[in-house]
């Protein structure tokens, strides 16, 4: 009987050796594969980092193949339990557990009172629509909220391999419907004022839930104020852009594990990633129609550098396509959607990183926004890698680089906008950007219908109002010049630059020219020196203004030095004891 036990304990101590010994291969394969390039933050803890995960899924591969437990449980576990930890409700701040329309949500509302609405944050986790939880962003959620004075409303979406597409989409349209109908009698938050956003697969439902929701506005709930996009992944069409060519092999998303999740995304058919990778799952035709989008002229120089040139289009796998071209539809793919459908986006704020193969997808979509006139902010970590966010206020595992990102979604106390183009995520709405203030102003005083405000026969308002500062601030230099000052009697900002003229004077859509149009032409007529520019704005009479009432001077001496409070110090001599004269003679006096 001894001797079967002690055969059953070294069989088993051998088992657990050949286990370890398989799993420390493995990970060191693994690491040997990856590339962690010098410029990215913290390069040791992101190491160890990619251990942790790489011997968690390997791991779990193992205890999969022995029916002991499922893979991608064992991992979402294991996250849970690296990245989470249960911390005290903080004071300022109210944490509830909810169901909206059955989907699961957790709602932080800041308990501190103000004299209006509150704004919303309807947030999706990311983790390639196959991990993350609510749990995993309980540190996130609680930090916006309560810095920025913000109800957040994090969605727990389902998740693929369980569910596929459209599920997880559908799960965050029902809750924000839900959140947007609820949020003034619920939670005090004005349904004009709420925003979604995302991180990774989060900011790619965000994009696409807005997308789809301007598609189907019925009037009956106003659409997201903004979309907050975090390295967000926007289509599935190549993935050779030279952001997958730099950082194919660096943590913690490769390039083929990119592959991997948008097809747990789609139908879990893992058997065409290969196709995917080489690019055979779209045809001629259709590369031709995305290529103006997806150029990698379109990027900036500085990220197009060590790159392989442009692949030549070769033929299509007809099966891949047939199984893949769900993926390419925008809902899947929102930086493929037409421009009749971005055209129509709410205000943007885009975060890339540059060790990230998701990085040229945010900047790509960020520049067709642009182009179409929407709002757009973009911020890019220059030392960040994908994933960073998830690693904000978890103890010796915290990236500094994470902290540049929170900070980031939103600008604390913000007096001036820092540019023409920012989306200042503040708690004042009179903290515009000058650009929108002076065009606002200039609309209310021609006196245009609401109706007829956005743009002129197809063309937007913006065309007629750029300025240097707005194309500094386009072109990311790091020499940017002095932000003007209002002037409120000008309606403008001073000085007024422009590196060109205007495309033309704004007109006044055909309504009938008022006094003041009349007056400006004549007065354009007898100055014929001011530029187009300048000369697009009213010159106002002298009469319309309040005259400067001008103080008195000040006295040129101080009070105590003025001769007429000396006319008196004669009399009070007067009242001073005399000098007593001694009466030696020979005595000094």
């Not at 339990?81 to 949500?105: E, Q």
């Not at 789609?266 to 995305?290: C, F, I, R, W």
């Not at 020219?513 to 004549?522: L, V």
């Amino acid at each position: 009987m001894y001797i079967g036990t002690a055969i059953l304990i070294i069989g088993l101590a051998a088992l657990i050796a050949a286990v370890c010994l398989l799993l420390v291969g493995l990970v060191y394969f693994q690491l040997m594969n990856s590339d962690i390039p010098h410029g990215v933050a913290s390069p040791a803890k992101l190491h160890v980092v990619h251990c942790m995960f790489v011997g968690t899924a390997v791991l779990g591969r193992i205890l999969e193949r022995l029916g002991l437990y499922d893979q991608v449980n064992f991992a979402r576990r294991f996250r849970a339990h690296i990245l989470t930890k249960k911390r005290p409700v903080p004071p300022g701040l109210r944490i509830k557990d909810m169901t909206f329309n059955g989907v699961p949500v957790r709602v932080y509302e800041p308990t501190a009172t103000s004299g209006e609405k509150k704004r919303g944050l309807v947030l999706f986790h990311g983790g390639g629509w196959v991990f993350g939880s609510i749990d995993d962003y309980d540190v996130v959620c609680r930090y916006i909220s309560k810095e920025s004075d913000t109800v957040v409303v994090s969605v727990g979406y389902r998740l693929a391999p369980e569910h596929r597409y459209p599920a997880h989409l559908d799960d965050c349209e029902v809750a924000t419907r839900h959140f947007l109908s609820k949020a003034t009698a619920d939670f005090g938050v004005d349904p004009h004022r709420v925003a979604v956003g995302g991180d990774s697969a989060g900011g790619n439902l965000a994009a696409a839930l807005c997308q789809r929701l301007a598609k189907t506005q019925d009037g009956n709930l106003p659409s997201p104020c903004a979309q907050v996009l975090i390295y967000p992944a926007l289509q599935m069409a190549d993935f050779n852009l030279p952001s997958y060519q730099q950082n194919h092999s660096v943590p913690i998303l490769f390039r083929g594990r990119a592959v991997f999740f948008f097809l747990q995304y789609l139908n879990g058919d893992m058997s065409v990633g290969q196709d995917l990778l080489d690019g055979t799952h779209v045809p001629a035709e259709l590369k031709l129609h995305y290529k103006k989008w997806l150029d990698p002229a379109n990027l900036p120089p500085q990220f197009r550098n060590g790159v392989k040139g442009q692949q030549v289009i070769s033929g299509h796998n007809g099966e891949v396509y047939h199984l893949t071209k769900p993926g390419l539809d925008p809902e899947i793919s929102p930086l493929l959607a037409e421009d009749d459908v971005l055209r129509i986006s709410p205000p943007t704020f885009v975060l890339t990183c540059e060790f990230d193969v998701l990085r040229d997808d945010g900047i790509l979509f960020q520049k067709r926004l642009k182009d179409l006139g929407v709002d757009v902010t973009w911020k890019h970590i220059s030392d960040g890698f994908h994933g960073i966010m998830s690693f904000f206020d978890v103890g010796w595992l915290t990236f500094q680089s994470s902290q540049k990102v929170m900070d980031s979604i939103f600008t604390r106390d913000c007096k001036t906008a820092n540019s023409t183009h920012r989306l200042d995520f503040t708690p004042n709405l009179m903290h515009r950007p000058d650009v929108v203030v002076r065009r606002n102003a200039f609309r209310r005083s021609q006196g245009i219908p609401k109706g007829l405000l956005l743009s002129h026969h197809g063309v937007p308002a913006s065309d007629y109002l750029v300025s240097l500062y707005d194309e500094s601030y386009g072109r990311q230099t790091s020499t940017l010049p002095t932000l003007r000052s209002w002037h409120s009697d000008k309606l403008a900002w001073v000085p007024e630059r422009s590196d060109h003229p205007i495309r033309g004077p704004p007109t006044n859509f055909g309504l009938v020219k008022t006094t003041w149009q009349a007056q400006k032409e004549d007065q354009r007529a007898v100055v014929p020196t001011l530029s187009v520019y300048k000369a697009s704005y009213p010159l106002h009479p002298t009469n319309a203004f309040c005259h400067p009432r001008h103080v008195v001077a000040p006295k040129r001496f101080s009070s105590s030095q003025l001769p007429a409070n000396h006319s008196n110090e004669n009399l009070a001599q007067s009242i001073r004891p005399r000098r007593q004269i001694s009466s030696n003679l020979a005595s000094p006096l």
